[in-house]
T-cell receptor, first 110, second 118 residues
Framework: GQQVMQIPQYQHVQEGEDFTTYCNSS?????IQWYKQRPGGHPVFLIQ?????EVKKQKRLTFQFGEAKKNSSLHITATQTTDVGTYFC??????????FGPGTRLSVLP | DGGITQSPKYLFRKEGQNVTLSCEQN?????MYWYRQDPGQGLRLIYY???????QKGDIAEGYSVSREKKESFPLTVTSAQKNPTAFYLC?????????????????FGAGSRLTVL
């Protein structure tokens, strides 16, 4: 079945440094979503990517969907303490449910 | 305010007991989902429902049961057959679309229910 992997599993950065997490699917996706879960909280939707090679920006966050629609990345520029949390990607094949990756836990040291 | 309400937030259960987790939404979403989250792992789909009185098994349905008698409600029962039930359970809902419609297939999650088996 479909598998979704994320790297790294953990990332510790100094406030102001950049951060990137990568998501890879074993199969071609119709679309991919990103969610953020704060410590002790629940996942909150960030963005959905649909088109091959798509790039979307939300303030300091940049999301990319690979040309082959099998991988994606989330890049945060100049991290802040409010960025702390676990970032999940969720990939969807046509006609199937979303499959979540294991997440990347981000710690930001002030 | 529209959203998803899960209860209870924390629940303790003795081995051999069934327990039911409540999930209610007022977003008028057709689809509802139950996920299980374990430390260091992503969310795994237990059951989902796209219409009242119908539901499908997800990837880890064994030891769980659900019902969907009303559009707004999707309770999950963790039965004694579930071998390792201690986990964080998340309910979610979404608009259904096979096409690309803004907001479609976006999961809105409840605050979760943390179940501990003693």
């Amino acid at each position: 079945g479909q598998q979704v992997m994320q790297i790294p599993q953990y990332q510790h950065v100094q406030e102001g440094e950049d951060f990137t997490t990568y998501c890879n699917s074993s199969t071609t996706l119709s679309n991919i979503q990103w969610y953020k879960q704060r410590p002790g909280g629940h996942p909150v939707f960030l963005i959905q990517l649909v088109k091959s090679g798509e790039v979307k920006k939300q303030k300091r966050l940049t999301f990319q969907f690979g040309e082959a629609k099998k991988n994606s990345s989330l890049h945060i520029t100049a991290t802040q303490t409010t960025d702390v949390g676990t970032y999940f990607c969720a990939g969807k094949e046509y006609g199937q449910n979303f499959v979540f990756g294991p997440g990347t836990r981000l710690s930001v040291l002030p | 305010d529209g959203g998803i309400t899960q209860s209870p937030k924390y629940l303790f259960r003795k081995e051999g007991q069934n327990v039911t987790l409540s999930c209610e939404q007022n977003l008028n979403h057709d689809a509802m989902y139950w996920y299980r989250q374990d430390p260091g792992q992503g969310l795994r789909l237990i059951y989902y429902s796209q219409i009242v009185n119908d539901f499908q098994k997800g990837d880890i349905a064994e030891g769980y049961s659900v019902s969907r008698e009303k559009k707004e409600s999707f309770p999950l029962t963790v039965t004694s057959a579930q071998k390792n039930p201690t986990a964080f359970y998340l309910c979610a809902s979404s608009i259904i679309s096979q096409g690309v419609i803004s907001g479609a297939n976006v999961l809105t999650f409840g605050a979760g229910s943390r179940l501990t088996v003693l």
